[in-house]
Nanobody, 114 residues
Framework: QVQLVESGGDLVQPQGSLRLSCAAPGSIFSGNAMGWYRQAPGKERELVAGITSGGITQYGDSMKGRFTISRDNARNMVYLQINSLKPEDTAVYYC????????WGKGTLVTVSS
C-alpha cells in the first residue's frame, strides 16, 4: 500500500510560520499534480493548494497570499509554506494528488495558539 507521509506540523503562535513537507511514492508523485489539504476540527477537509508537475499552482478559496506550495520532482517531495499563521489555520494538513484519488496519510497537525 502506497503511503503519503506528511511532517512539519507544530504548535506555533499567531503570526508565526511553518513549512510542511510531504514525501510521496513515485507511483503517486511522478507526472501528477499534487495538493495540500486540511481538515479543521468539526469541519470537512478542504483544498489548500495544488501544483502541477510543471509547477503551475492553484490555491483554495481564501488561501492566496499566506500559503505557498512547491515541489521537488527529484525527491518526490511537496512542500507548503504557511506565513502569518492564524488560529483558524489550526487543522490537520494532508497531502495527496490533485484532485485526491489515493488513500490519505496520517497528516500533520498544525496548532496556532498563543
Amino acid at each position: 500500500q502506497v503511503q503519503l507521509v506528511e511532517s512539519g506540523g507544530d504548535l506555533v503562535q499567531p503570526q508565526g510560520s511553518l513549512r510542511l513537507s510531504c514525501a510521496a511514492p513515485g507511483s503517486i508523485f511522478s507526472g501528477n499534480a499534487m495538493g495540500w489539504y486540511r481538515q479543521a476540527p468539526g469541519k470537512e477537509r478542504e483544498l489548500v493548494a495544488g501544483i502541477t508537475s510543471g509547477g503551475i499552482t492553484q490555491y483554495g478559496d481564501s488561501m492566496k497570499g499566506r500559503f505557498t506550495i512547491s515541489r521537488d520532482n527529484a525527491r518526490n517531495m511537496v512542500y507548503l509554506q504557511i506565513n502569518s499563521l492564524k488560529p483558524e489555520d489550526t487543522a490537520v494538513y494532508y497531502c495527496n494528488d490533485f484532485p485526491p484519488r489515493n488513500s490519505w496519510g496520517k497528516g500533520t497537525l498544525v496548532t496556532v495558539s498563543s
